[in-house]
Structure formats: structure tokens, C-alpha cells
């Protein structure tokens, strides 16, 4: 089920509402909890019912191993580190066979000029999210930083439904004991009235805004068979604007929708594209995947060695970015994102490290974010030849096609090769995608993102009005209902 659905909004989220808080003020909390879990899981199987089994046992299994770790037990260091490795292999392994066995098969294929015949699994909703949140659960019982004997209250855990599909990948220990306090099973206005206002402008930025951007970078991509240098730059551009707001409207549907339930969920996306450098960026953009990455990851590989040196750390760090760039999807393409964000960072850290030289913040905005647009025409294209396409022609400066109603006025750029006619066509575009474009960029750098206005928000006819505003334009804007990007991770 989509957040920005009818069902989930008229239905689902009024429903499980009321009758969650309901049955806490009855005085029966384990019902509640036991309603949430159910709410959750059809929540879950709206998508697709045959993989319900799958979750269940991965919870049922991480449960007991978890169980079983917390505990102190005869088996000692040894067994106890045993039972973590075989939990986290079971649960990489569960991902990879789903996530990535089509991709080495055709890759074995391709190398070996075998013919294995592809599996064509349909890749299982959320399991890249509920599976590093558990890996994260399982690390977090092994070294006793968290205890859960309670079969329902882990299942809420890991099936909560506003942080289930998409993140953020939250710890037992910042999540549990939220459900537990008294005054949280009671319904809190202010909660409500905030989670309302957070779920409406993030509603406003998925079906008005990126959904908008997503025409014009779905058309470059992936209908367009050649691009003039404007076009390219508009299709690059749009898609590095549409996963910007689409990520950042899951997130704040999120944390609305969890606010409502009185449940705080952890920050996970902080205005990236106002970073001045490539390690602030990331420190920004999917913050708990960044935070598992590095505690589950690179503090491991760094233990790894013998003894730490600031070159093994580089060689830790630019593996852990490739990771994160498989994690995202079984493609080259994504490959070659992780590799390239693993080289900039990488060279970023080298820069503070070896030259030390600050640069002005001006130019460390621009050329992050230009690093971060061309490298995410990797991480958008299906193909490598869709990424060359956009590429090729970002920097093609004799393809420049200008409006033909500028002909008259500088018809001398004829000369340098420029013409004139259709400059947008290719990508459904025309002048107000450059207003857009231009907006866009006004929205990511001038406005305060939700997190600072939830940080002094107060309940108000203003916050009231532009929530409302925010609904009935988003709802005048529900002709096409489009899956979040980061379903597809």
C-alpha cells in the first residue's frame, strides 16, 4: 500500500487510528500492539500476499537467534559469535538470493559462456531495509545493547508501517521503549497536529513536485533515443531534483504518520543538497543507512586490520561506499555509483587531510552538487548505454538547440553552430520546466526543511491552513499513483 494512495489515507490510516488508541484506553495494550502488528502486515501484503511468509519467518528466525544472544548463556564468546555469524549470513544470504541472483547468473553467463537459466524472482518488498535492520538487532544483541523477550513487541519492531518499506532503519533500543511508556498510548494532540502537518507537505512533495520532475527524467532516460545538450542537462537535473523530494516526502510521510502513533522516528534525511562537501552530503542524505553502514561495516573492517593507518581507513571507506551502492539494486549501474561516491569521498577526506586548503563555500556547493548530479545519472539509468546517452550530450557543445522564438533576436549564434526549434521536445518539456528547474533549486537551498520547522512547531489556524492547502492540492494531483523510488531498493 502507498502512502500517497487513497486507501492509505481515507482508510488504512484513519482506521488502524482509532482503533489502536481505542483499545489502549480499554486498558489492553498487548491488544493494541497485536492490532498494530496485524494493521502492519496487511500493510505489507496490499503490495503482494505470497511474500508475507517470507517476513514472518525472517522475523520468527532473527527473533529466537536474537533471544538467544541477549541471553547469558553456557556457550560462551565463542558460541555466542557463532550464532552471529550465522544469523548475518542467513540474512545476507535471504537478501542476496532474492535481490542478486539474476545479476551473477547473467554475469556468470556472461563470463563463462554458460547458459544458466535466470530465476526471475519478483524482488520482496522492504527486504533490503528489514533485513539490515535486523543484522543491526542481532549485533545489537550480541554485544548486550538490547534485550526483547517479547514475541509481539519485536514484530512491531521490525513491521511498524510507517518505517517498514523505505527506512528509516531504526534500532530496537530507540524504538521499543517509545511503545512502552504510558502516556504514549494515549492520543496527543500535538502529535497529531504535527504529524498532520508533516504528512501533508511530504504528500505535496511526492505527487506535485516529484512526480513533476520524474516526466521529464523518465523521458530523457528512458524514451529519448538521442538529446541535445539542454535536454540533457534538464534530464540529469530532473532526476537528481525528483529523488530528492520523493526521498525526502517518504521520509516526512514517515515521521507524520509515526507521530501520530506518538512515535518519534530518527532523522534520515537533512537537506543534502545544501552540503558544501561530499562527507557532509552523506552525512545528510539517508542518515541510518549511512549509520549503519559505518557501525555494522566500516568499524568492522577497520578492526579488521592489524594496525589502523589512515590508508586502510580509505581502502574501509571505499569499500563500504560500493557496498551502499550494490545495497541500492543488482546492476552495474549501481555499482558504478557506489565505486564513484567511494573515489570523491574518498578524495574529499585526502583533501582535508593532506592539503587542508578550505575552499569557499560557494564553490564546495557547486562542485558537490555537480558530482552528486552526474553521478546519479548512474544511479538512474538502466543501462550503460542510457547513461552515456545523458553523458555524452551534457557536454556536446555542438548539439545546442535554443527556442525557436529567440531566432530572431540573436540569430547571430547560428554561427557558433546553435540552431533553433523544438529544444525540448524530446523530454516533454517546455518553458515552465526551466521555472521548475529554477524553483527546484530555490526550494533545497532558501526554505527550512521539515525537521527545523518541526522543531518549533506549534498548533496554529497558519500550520492548519497550509497543511490543508498541502492535501487538497496533493489529492487534485492523485490522477497517477507512483510507487516511492526507493520501493524498487
Known sequence: MLFNSYEFIFVFLPFTFFIYFYLNKKHLAEAAKGFLVAASLFFYSWWNIIYLPLILGSIFFNYILGESLSKKSEQGHVGKKLLLTIGIVSNVTLLGYYKYSDFFIVNINLFTGSEIPLLHLALPLAISFFTFQQIAYLVDSYRGQCQEYDFINYTVFVTFFPQLIAGPIVHHKEMMPQFSKTQNKAINYKNISMGLFVFSIGLFKKVVIADTFAVWATAGFDTATSLNLIEAWVTSLSFTFQIYFDFSAYTDMAIGAALLFNIRLPINFNSPYKATSLIESWKRWHMTLTRFVHAYIFTPLIHSFEKYTFNKGMIALFISMVIIGFWHGASWMFIIFGILHGIGIVTNHIWKKKIGIKLPK????????????????????????????????????????????????????????????????????????????????????????????????????????????????????????????????
Open 362 to 489: 560557494i564553490l564546495g556547493w557547486f562542485l558537490t552538487f555537480n558530482f552528486i548530479n552526474f553521478s546519479a545519472v548512474f544511479f538512474r539509468a538502466k543501462e550503460w548505454d542510457d547513461a552515456i546517452k545523458v553523458l555524452s550530450s551534457m557536454f556536446d557543445i555542438s548539439h545546442i538547440v535554443l527556442p525557436a522564438s529567440l531566432a530572431n533576436n540573436v540569430s547571430f549564434l547560428t554561427h557558433y553552430n546553435i540552431t533553433f526549434g523544438s529544444w525540448l521536445s524530446s523530454i516533454h518539456g517546455n518553458i515552465w520546466t526551466l521555472f521548475w528547474l529554477i524553483g527546484g533549486f530555490i526550494l533545497i537551498l532558501v526554505f527550512k526543511n521539515t525537521n527545523e520547522k518541526l522543531d518549533n512547531f506549534t498548533p496554529s489556524y497558519q500550520n492548519m491552513f497550509h497543511a490543508g492547502i498541502c492535501l487538497i492540492i496533493s489529492i487534485i494531483y492523485f490522477g497517477k499513483v507512483s510507487e516511492f523510488i526507493y520501493f524498487n531498493f
